[in-house]
């Protein structure tokens, strides 16, 4: 008795490791392209309940293939070299996009902008952009605006998931693709050879003095 007993538990053990393999072998085979985020029911409320930023990706990955870019991809999760996702404008353009999903009181730093452009050679991209859930800090709206680097705070996403589901692709493509806040040099600032920027006055002190 005792043996039919080890004999049916281990059955029962069988079949179910069997089960688990299979779901596991299935959820590894499914698409990224196929996953439950349908951007024509995702608005910035189902955004702020994401567990974490790699949803915040998927769902802006599906989002950018339904807006109809050419070229779009999600970027691998770890080692992704600063950009989440890549995708060619309406000029052919390549871009490179870095998604951060933010509490909407917790602004966006300046590392961002640091991910997102030094990606840019790495991808043979032309134009960067961030795309977040909250506002940006002042420094980093300063670099982006050094560097060329496109930002798009909460209400611009507002916006573009709104014309989105209202049909207006246009209107989303252009708040997308719209000129980055751009803060020009110029040249003297180059020639002049006396110029200093954020110089470190205490470290000067310590060791000249």
């Known amino acids: 008795m005792l043996y039919i007993f ?10 179910i490791i069997l089960l688990l393999k299979k779901k596991v072998i299935f959820s590894k085979n499914v698409p990224l ?6 951007p024509l029911s995702i608005d910035i ?6 567990e974490d930023g790699s949803e ?18 999600k970027t691998v999760g770890s080692r992704d070299f600063g950009a989440d996702l890549v995708f060619n404008d309406r ?11 933010y509490s909407e009181n917790n602004p966006i730093g300046i590392s961002a902008i640091q991910e997102v452009y030094s990606s840019m050679r790495f991808y043979k991209a032309k134009k960067s952009i961030v795309i ?12 982006a605006g050094i560097n060329h680097v496109k930002l798009l705070d909460r209400q611009d996403l507002i916006e573009i ?6 049909g207006n692709i246009s209107k989303a493509k252009d708040i997308i693709e719209a000129e980055p806040r751009i803060i020009l040099d110029s040249w003297s600032e180059y020639t002049d ?15 000249l003095k």
């Open 33 to 38: 392209d196929t996953q439950d985020f349908d």
């Open 161 to 166: 998931i709104t014309s989105f589901m209202e």
């Open 193 to 207: 050879q006396n110029r200093e920027v954020k110089k470190d006055k205490k470290a000067e002190k310590l060791i």
């Open 132 to 143: 977040g859930t909250s506002s940006f800090t002042t420094s980093c709206e300063t670099l």
């Open 56 to 73: 915040f990706e998927m769902y802006l990955y599906r989002l950018f293939l339904a807006l109809g870019y050419s070229g779009v991809y």
């Open 91 to 101: 000029s052919g353009t390549r871009t490179v996009i870095q998604a951060k999903r």
């Open 6 to 15: 080890i004999f049916l538990v281990l059955i029962i053990l069988t079949f």
């Open 45 to 50: 409320h189902h955004i702020d309940k994401m």
